[in-house]
């Protein structure tokens, strides 16, 4: 089994490094494990921080959004050939020990998209984050009829067969709903398995703001009502 | 109010003239569209001064006495129809500089055979 690591970068030039260099060499099923950074436009040294330390970088001329990055991420690992896709996110807030345990129910045919879910066990979450996300779960049940603990998670395992299914459009923070709305329009097999979270003061300015979540919302309205392309 | 109308529309066409002067200065602009920009607004501009040679053109025209309810409908129409136009326009290009990033980003990227 082929595993391919992306990770969409937008300004993270500090961090991405060392969260390159902690990825696990070995992974319990994986026949080779490589890893895409898609740079999205960043003004600072991610691009070259990620040449050095990627086996692949996609690089963005300008900044497109998030769930532009992931797409062009998934793109590229097709275009390599891969089996399995493991998303993380670029600020070290994952712990990159879990990404075995998110591939196993890929592995053994039991799901085709496993969401890391940090809800499960949210200790060290800001109360303001818990509520933020199980509000984001409730609208994405409202705009795409999928469910999930924890949709806006950054950690997610996806098997070739779902790649090649869904047809994801959304550019920004939205396109974590998406995925999930996209996994029973396709009747994927989804899972989830809990994660750690490693928070960091870093990795807390990073996160989406909450006034981000009405920007969200609009979008994944409009594409329920605009229909798929 | 029609004060006030009258300076909203002279200070909008100052700065739409300096705004077009400045970018066809600058040959961000072509000749004809700076000509085209400073006449319309030109125009605006008059209309908002003098209202009363809009009605005048308007009953020679249609023959008959026109409304402003009319022409506040007419304008209404035509800037609902170019908003749309513009949205469509600016919709559309802005899919294909995405498509266009994207295709880029993983230009360099090898295919695996």
């Known amino acids: 089994m082929r595993l391919t690591i992306v990770i969409p970068a937008y ?11 902690s990825l696990p060499k070995k992974i319990k099923g994986a026949k080779s494990i490589r890893t895409i950074v898609v740079n999205d436009g960043s003004i600072d040294n991610t691009l070259s921080e990620a040449k050095k330390h990627a086996h692949h970088v996609a690089h963005h001329v300008i900044n497109l959004g998030a769930g532009a990055a992931v797409i ?34 890929i592995i053994k045919q039991k799901a085709d998209i496993v969401i890391g879910t940090r809800m499960l ?9 818990v509520f933020g996300n199980w509000a984001m779960n409730v609208m994405t049940y409202i705009t795409t009829g999928g469910w ?8 997610r395992a996806i098997s070739r067969k779902a790649l090649d299914r869904m047809q994801l459009q959304a550019v920004g923070f939205e396109y974590c709903s998406e995925i999930v709305g996209e996994a029973r329009r396709c009747k994927l097999k989804m899972k989830e398995v809990p994660i750690q979270t490693i928070y960091t003061d870093y990795s ?24 798929k392309k | 109010m029609i004060i006030a109308t009258k300076i909203i529309a002279i200070f909008l066409a100052v700065m739409v003239i300096s705004k077009t002067f400045y970018d066809y200065k600058r040959k961000r602009e072509s000749l004809t569209m700076f000509l085209f920009w400073t006449l319309a607004w030109i125009f605006i501009a008059y209309v908002a ?6 009605y005048s053109f308007a009953t020679k025209m249609a023959d008959q006495n ?5 022409f506040v409908g007419l304008a209404f129409i035509f800037l609902f129809f170019i908003t749309y136009r513009i949205y469509m326009k600016a919709h559309r290009l802005e899919q294909q500089i995405r498509d266009i990033v994207m295709r880029i980003g993983i230009k360099d990227i090898e295919e695996k055979k």
């Open chain 1, 148 to 155: 999930s603990t924890d949709t806006q998670s950054g950690m």
């Open chain 2, 66 to 70: 026109v409304g402003t309810g009319t």
């Open chain 1, 72 to 105: 062009t991420g998934f793109e590229a690992a097709k275009k390599i050939g891969t089996d399995v896709v493991v998303m993380l996110d670029a600020d070290g807030q994952h712990n990159p020990k879990n990404i075995e345990k998110l591939i196993q129910p």
């Open chain 2, 49 to 54: 001064l003098v209202p009363g040679i809009f």
């Open chain 1, 11 to 21: 300004n993270e030039g500090k961090v991405i490094a060392s969260v390159l260099k």
């Open chain 1, 121 to 129: 066990n949210s200790k060290g979450m800001p109360a303001i984050k």
């Open chain 1, 204 to 227: 807390k300015s990073k996160g989406q703001s909450i006034i981000n979540a009405i920007n969200i919302f609009t979008r994944l309205i409009t594409i329920r009502l605009t229909g």
